[in-house]
């Protein structure tokens, strides 16, 4: 088989848009070839989506593009510049192992970034060595992967790939690649550099580009008229208002929201010191660097707020040309963002919980179930669970002197509902997962297939995590509260 065959089997139908933007915003570059590729995880069911034949991508030839030995047909590879507010701490940054190979265009015509993460160092590596570890890698794969089967917007991820090399952090590690699929990888940290080293039509088009590619209702509307980049302004505003109310919804912490950490497109992006809140605690942190707290469960709300009041502040040349009337566009658009956040947690929440209609008085009812679980130091995910199938002896909050009344309240709030009770029981099931990503469980595939090459503990829980409102016999395993232990979970980032 020629190479060209070899290329072309796979399925790749490339086109690189973002390289047409201006050459400020991003270095060509080849990745840095690996000693031994070997392919030791593909995702068949997103490789089909993408319009790629997995059975090609499974082949030596394949394994080297996942890899970065080989560039696949009509990439043309780049590294993004951005910068970024790293916990609050303006700076340069820019992909430092990471590389976009293009975008794929898939037989139904959407378009998403093909990005191999670990491909070798790039000008914005800041002294970095460009590499990254097998555990980290599957430890994305299988929290993104998850996200994705809960319904929430998330970058995804298609393979990983081992290295045969070792790198080294704080230990020796084998090494990988991630190939990394995106809606794009367009942060708010990319605007913050474009309106820091670029021109202004250099900021220009990058806005222009992003109304394009990832609002083109806005960008076709009667909004976009009047003033397209205060529409992609609230669009952008929506969006996150709209994610970070879902990762609340199912306790999941990022753990690292700097704003190069946050998607134009609205996807989770960056699977860092990322985690899934057990005991529910708004103040509950997993990763090792925040140390203050800043990114705490409970904090994510007013980070995404605080985030995007950082794009405002990039794109206020785009607003107005009079520096006050844009301040006061961008002002006005940032205040319906909490609106927005809290129509579509509150709504989320009333679901948790059977509720289809609205009162007022919803709120104080859950923030009384949330102050309980609290005090008793009740599971999160559980907890739901065990209310939906009418367990609730089986938490801690069955112990508490408030729980009783508090049931009393909500069967009176359900009964209020002009449906039956089949119904708001349906809507619980729908909303309440049986099976998340436990940390436990993670760490246990990671340790099987990293420290014994065994990926069977991996796929297992893959399957598990793959339809999480199953309630299903066999997920039962999966469902099970973690064991107490005597120390906190620590994710770590950067590795």
Not at 161 to 187: F, K, M, Q, Y
């Amino acid at each position: 088989m020629t190479d060209l065959h070899a290329r072309t089997a796979a399925g790749w139908n490339f086109d690189n848009s973002y390289a047409r933007l201006p050459d400020r915003m991003f270095t060509r570059l080849a990745p840095t070839a690996v000693r031994a590729p070997e392919l030791v995880v593909l995702n068949d069911s997103l490789a089909a989506s993408l319009g790629l034949n997995a059975e090609a991508l499974r082949t030596e030839q394949g394994a080297a593009e996942l890899a970065g030995n080989r560039i696949p047909e009509g990439a043309e590879p780049l590294a993004q510049a951005y910068a970024g507010h790293q916990f609050g701490h303006f700076t340069m940054l820019g992909d430092g192992r990471a590389l976009l190979l293009g975008e794929q265009i898939t037989p139904r015509g959407e378009r998403f970034d093909i990005q191999l993460k670990g491909s070798g160092p790039t000008p914005y590596s800041r002294r970095g060595d460009g590499r990254a570890a097998l555990g980290p890698m599957l430890r994305e794969y299988i929290i993104s992967e998850a996200m994705h089967a809960l319904g929430i917007p998330t970058t995804r991820s298609l393979a990983v790939a081992a290295t045969g090399e070792t790198i080294l952090r704080e230990t020796e590690l084998p090494g990988a690649v991630l190939t990394r699929v995106a809606a794009s990888h367009i942060r708010v940290g990319t605007f913050q550099y474009a309106a820091n080293w670029g021109t202004a039509e250099e900021l220009r088009a990058l806005a222009d580009y992003t109304l394009r590619r990832h609002y083109p209702d806005i960008e076709a509307g009667a909004e976009a008229k009047d003033n397209r980049y205060l529409a992609l302004l609230r669009g952008a505003i929506d969006r996150q208002a709209a994610l970070i109310a879902q990762w609340m919804l199912v306790g999941f912490i990022h753990g690292v929201m700097n704003t190069d950490n946050m998607a134009l497109s609205g996807e989770t992006i960056d699977y860092g010191p990322c985690a899934f809140m057990d005991v529910y605690d708004p103040a509950t942190v997993f990763s090792s660097i925040d140390t203050q707290g800043r990114y705490a469960y409970g904090n994510q709300p007013y980070i995404g707020a605080w985030n995007l009041a950082r794009l405002a502040e990039a794109i206020l040349p785009l607003l107005h040309d009079e520096e006050e009337q844009a301040v006061k566009l961008a002002e006005d658009a940032l205040a319906g963002y909490n609106e927005a956040y809290q129509r579509r947690w509150l709504a989320g929440m009333r679901a948790k919980l059977g509720i289809g209609n609205e009162e007022k008085e919803d709120e104080v009812l859950i923030a009384d179930l949330l102050r309980i679980m609290r005090q008793s130091r009740a599971d999160y995910t559980h907890t739901f669970r065990a209310l939906t199938f009418d367990r609730a002896e089986e938490t801690p909050l069955a112990g508490t002197e408030e729980f009783g009344p508090w049931r009393e309240r909500w069967q009176a709030r359900l009964g209020r509902q002009e449906e039956p009770p089949e119904a708001w029981k349906q809507r619980m099931r729908d909303h309440n997962p049986a099976v998340i990503p436990r940390n436990h469980r993670v760490e246990e595939a990671l340790e099987a297939a990293v420290e014994d090459g065994d990926y069977g503990v991996m796929q297992r829980l893959l399957n598990a995590l793959s339809k999480p409102f199953a309630h299903s016999p066999d997920q039962e395993e999966y469902a099970a509260l973690p064991p107490e232990s005597s120390c906190a979970y620590r994710t770590f980032c950067g590795t």
